[in-house]
């Protein structure tokens, strides 16, 4: 049956598709700014100010690492806050925003030379905390760029490759993603599928690469392959052109949306000999990079952490119910005195980290006791501020559902809570228990 309306005169419409086109028209308008919206407290646009330093952590940088968390601060609240919503929303990079990241001088961390910056560790921590702050998809970006691909050349490279790659890495003109995980094979990365084969003048590499973040649009990747004669692991500069080589974005995201996650297809992919890293020739040659890597990983949820608090901290102050501003009330105050505790312990154990790492004496448990145990924090951390900003909390406007969510996959990634607890666990004990014991007892016989 069609019906007509003065809207419509000489056309014939449905009654539902009438119904569509008003429903459209009059739900059709754009969202109100959040400010009009609601105007009782400030989004995460302007950003807060920091609020969450209360033992007076800056008290133990040195000027250099001051100055660098500073020079950060600035720029992320600056030029990142603004934007993020925006993006995170649509699940896209803000590519106009990689030179103001460039002109920070960060990228490269604690590498020397080749146009690096050679900051402390405890520099390039801050660094990670405070981009974390503001962005954690941003912190995500930076570390895949320098603390695992530009270090990687760094750690395993040839002198030819440092001078080929870091200096234009080190100033973002070129980008670079690291692959090692596979469908098939995360926590247990040591048994990839990827295989290298020796041919005339270089390898050919076949395989499968997932959730390499910076993938579909680096300009370098590096990539971990066994090779097919020694049955080891290697490693390979892979350029974006290689001819085999495709990456493509993984979908459906719900947390770190603005890094570009890839899937990444390797058939028959030729790489020269000169692309070859020399210095990765086991699986044991990545923990080089993995030990500095997880350092940053644990100061990412410090970082994400400190912008929750400082959010709450200015929200519970601005938003008004029942005649008085949330922070007025005692249930409120526990929530965030308990956020503020925990934040202070994670920076305190973070900053040891650094100095374990600094002394030579960090061992692959304490790193992984750090990261695990910081990101634990962290969930808890932000839980409480998502219940603090009450319907507020789900809202990317206001950060903390964008902190909840991105928290997420740090809790996994650079090994999940579980794995870096085992690896811990290892240490303390003697013994691995990173296989069932019923596939232990089999592999022994």
């Known amino acids: 049956m069609t019906v007509r309306s003065a809207s419509n005169q000489g056309s014939s419409l449905s009654h539902d598709e009438i119904e569509t086109k008003e429903r459209s028209s009059y739900f059709g308008l754009p969202a109100l700014d959040v400010s009009l919206a609601f105007p009782q407290a400030t989004p995460a646009s302007i950003f807060p100010p920091s609020a969450s330093d209360y033992y007076q952590f800056d008290d133990l940088l040195t000027p250099e690492e001051?100055?660098?968390?500073?020079?950060?601060?600035?720029?992320?609240?600056?030029?990142?806050?603004?934007?993020?919503?925006?993006y995170w929303e649509k699940a896209k990079f803000p590519f106009h925003i990689i030179p103001k990241l460039g002109a920070l001088r960060i990228a490269g961390g604690t590498i020397k030379g080749y146009g690096c910056p050679g900051l402390s560790i405890t520099a390039s921590a801050v660094?990670?905390?405070?981009?974390?702050?503001?962005?954690?998809?941003?912190?995500?970006?930076?570390?895949?760029?320098?603390?695992?691909?530009?270090?990687?050349?760094?750690?395993?490279?040839?002198?030819?490759q440092k001078q080929k790659y870091l200096p234009s890495l080190a100033e973002f003109k070129t980008v670079a993603c690291w692959a090692l995980t596979?469908?098939?094979?995360?926590?247990?990365?040591?048994?990839?599928?990827?295989?290298?084969?020796?041919?005339?003048?270089?390898?050919?590499?076949?395989?499968?690469?997932?959730w390499i973040?910076?993938?579909?649009?680096?300009?370098?990747?590096?990539?971990?392959?066994?090779?097919?004669?020694t049955n080891q692991i290697n490693g390979f500069i892979v350029k974006k052109n290689a001819p085999g080589l495709t990456a493509t974005k993984i979908e459906n995201k719900i947390g770190l949306r603005i890094v570009q996650n890839g899937d990444i297809l390797l058939k028959k992919a030729f790489i020269p000999d000169e692309d070859r890293l020399p210095g990765v020739n086991?699986?044991?040659?990545?923990?080089?990079?993995?030990?500095?890597?997880r350092i940053m990983v644990a100061w990412q949820p410090i970082g994400i952490s400190m912008g929750v608090y400082d959010m709450c901290h200015r929200y519970l102050k601005e938003r008004k119910q029942f005649g008085a501003p949330l922070a007025a009330f005692q249930l409120n105050q526990e929530k965030l005195v308990r956020m503020l505790g925990n934040v202070q312990a994670m920076t305190l154990v973070g900053w040891r980290l650094c100095k374990l790492y600094e002394n030579g004496k960090m061992t692959p448990g304490h790193a992984s006791l750090g990261k695990s145990w910081i990101s634990l924090k962290a969930r808890e951390t932000v839980a409480l501020g998502r219940e603090l900003l009450g319907g507020n909390g789900i809202l990317a406007d206001f950060l903390i559902a964008k902190a909840f969510c991105d928290l997420e996959p740090i809790y996994t990634y650079e090994g999940t809570y579980d794995i870096n607890s085992l690896v811990t666990g290892r240490e303390i004990t003697g013994v691995a228990s990173f296989k069932p014991a019923a596939l232990r007892q089999r592999s022994r016989m």
Request: glycine share 6%; with cysteine.
């Open 182 to 210: 596979e469908p098939d094979y995360g926590s247990d990365a040591s048994a990839l599928r990827t295989t290298a084969t020796k041919v005339e003048g270089g390898w050919i590499l076949d395989g499968q690469k997932r």
């Open 127 to 160: 660094a990670s905390a405070e981009v974390a702050r503001v962005d954690a998809s941003c912190s995500t970006f930076v570390l895949v760029h320098s603390s695992l691909a530009m270090l990687t050349i760094a750690l395993c490279g040839s002198e030819a």
């Open 66 to 86: 001051k100055d660098v968390r500073l020079r950060v601060r600035e720029c992320m609240e600056k030029e990142v806050a603004p934007i993020m919503a925006e």
């Open 282 to 293: 086991s699986f044991q040659d990545t923990n080089k990079v993995l030990a500095v890597s």
């Open 213 to 229: 973040g910076n993938s579909t649009f680096a300009d370098v990747l590096v990539i971990f392959a066994r090779n097919t004669t």
